[in-house]
């Protein structure tokens, strides 16, 4: 049973986990099964590498903590914006007592704050109580227990309730900007055409082409003959663009996320750190490098 699962179930055994010592000792030995190599980003240059280091030695830097905190970072958006661009919040529970007398309203998105990639969409009617035994779990979950990332580890455990955004009459599209050194390098895209699952995911080259090679955590990135790749380019690219590199300004690597419709509406998303958890396989291996390598600047999609 991995880390992740381990604690999942037990979150009680996430203790064991928590000195650093311990927590870097078993990445490092994850990362070596699954890379077949041991971290050096000065060497290789790798995203791996770098997204190891950033967990081993940086990843509890306040910047980070702050912005992973799903309440926390609208805060900070709008403090470097100047404009309310996240995702309007509903409400935020902090205790079961809440979770259990709140009254969900209809066409939302439930959230904890202080994970990644859990969520429920509600449409209508009362939430169920085994949905709302999910919510309480996550109130009793440390991320940073079960991850090895530090900057998860001290956040205050709550849900958010968000509205349901359909920008594209249906659902919203995600746009995922990986930003290094300030500069763009990489682009994800995903296409959602359901409540609970992407139907095609990209990855883009900061020249809007698509990404040369292999991925096997997502699956093959592949360009299917159907789509139309420049009907995927929204008007709002260049302000998305601006304002991932106001977030980057403070760290090294980050990925900022948007909603958006694919024309002129958006809404910052999130702000990731450690991506896939340092665990991503690329084919060819030195692919990692197009994400820790700035393109000239004229070669920019969104110059």
Known sequence: MTRFRLVSAYPRLGVLFRPWLVSNVYEALVFLAKHRRWPN?????????????MRATESDLVFR??????????????????????????????????????????????????????????????????KRARMRHWLKTNFGEMTGERHYLHLEPKVIVEPWLKLNDGYCHDYRFHMYKGQLTSFGLGIRESADRET????????????????????????????????????????MLEISRLVSRHVDYVRVDFFTDCRDRFHVGEISHIIAGAREVFKPVEQERVFTTPPPAKEGFAE
């Open 200 to 239: 095609l995911q990209l990855q883009l080259t900061p020249d809007w082409k698509l990404f040369p090679g292999e991925s096997f955590y997502q699956g093959r990135i592949e360009m299917p003959e159907f789509i139309d790749i420049d009907a995927l380019r929204p008007d709002c690219l260049p302000r």
């Open 65 to 130: 903590s702050f912005t992973a905190d799903k309440e926390f970072s609208k805060i900070f958006i709008r403090g470097i914006t100047g404009e309310d661009l996240s995702v309007p919040t509903i409400a935020v529970l902090r205790s079961e007592a809440e979770i259990d007398d709140y009254v969900f309203p209809d066409q939302c998105v439930i959230k904890p704050t202080h994970m990644s990639k859990e969520f429920m969409f509600h449409e209508t009617g009362p939430v169920s109580q085994e």
């Open 41 to 53: 980003f000065e060497k290789t240059g790798y995203l791996n590498d770098l997204l190891f280091r």
